[in-house]
């Protein structure tokens, strides 16, 4: 179990072992490395905070996820708000995953959760329908939710599998930025560029017809609308989908 006292070594713990795992990888960053950077003597230092090595990842990834939450939380209630009727598009809907994810890359800290998240992308539940506790009730599972309901008619394995795989390119594509600017590499495109291009492609990714097909069908693709009928039909059916189960709106 986390314990609450020493505010101060937690703080610490945290920043060293976001850094090393980030760096030298989830799987590889050594608890005593973590120690060491953060300036403890004490080995159990991990263990008497966190409970263990897996306590404190889940622990700099539960920091990470308040961050997200804080902005993104606003700003998809506004849309929402705004939308009509409550429906809005898919490239809003990932316009505005893929900006508040970005936010990380302003400072450091962030720039070490985001090369995390891409370690750990196939861990936030999608293709089982159960949400990562971290994700458990949030915003960011009901924008998933949303994402998803606006893929009503590709076959559900398809759409499960689709959208787990977008979250990744996106988390793989925030994690190679955060790197370019933690190795001071000047990246190829700016980030507004760089953003609206990630939007762009994951866009198109979820909006590709199922294999089978016609090349219209069913997604919207090419259009860059709503237009596939089960999207209604779903939204319709659950304005506000569960956000602890993608697909149940369905």
């Known amino acids: 179990m986390a314990r609450s006292s020493g505010p101060e070594t937690r703080r610490r713990l945290l920043r060293a072992a976001a850094e090393l795992f980030a760096v030298k990888g989830v799987d590889g960053a050594l608890t005593r490395d973590i120690t060491r950077l953060a300036g403890q003597s004490n080995p159990s230092a991990v263990q008497y905070h966190f409970g263990s090595r897996q306590g404190l990842l889940e622990a700099v990834m539960a920091e990470r996820q308040v961050r997200t939450e804080a902005e993104l939380a606003p700003r998809l209630a506004e849309l929402l708000a705004r939308a009509e009727p409550g429906?809005?598009?898919?490239?809003?809907l990932l316009a505005l995953l893929v900006a508040a994810e970005a936010t990380e890359l302003a400072t450091v800290g962030g720039r070490h959760c985001l090369l995390i998240s891409a370690q750990l992308s196939h861990e936030s539940g999608v293709r089982t329908r159960t949400p990562h506790p971290t994700l458990?009730?949030?915003g960011y599972w009901r924008l998933i939710c949303r994402i998803e309901a606006c893929l009503g008619r590709l076959p559900e394995p398809v759409r499960l599998e689709r959208l787990d795989l977008a979250l990744t390119l996106i988390g793989a594509a925030l994690g190679d930025r955060a790197r370019q600017y933690l190795d001071g590499t000047r990246p190829l495109t700016d980030e507004p560029l760089f953003l609206a291009?990630?939007?762009?492609m994951t866009t198109a990714m979820l909006r590709a017809p199922a294999p089978g097909t016609d090349a219209g069908a069913g997604t919207g693709a090419g259009t860059g609308t709503r237009s596939d009928a089960g999207t209604d039909a779903a939204l319709d059916q659950d304005p506000d989908p569960d956000p602890h189960s993608?697909?149940?709106q369905q």
């Not at 429906?87 to 809003?92: C, F, N, S, T």
């Open 87 to 92: 429906r809005p598009d898919l490239r809003e």
């Open 136 to 138: 458990d009730g949030t």
């Open 246 to 248: 993608p697909g149940s």
């Open 197 to 200: 291009d990630l939007v762009g």
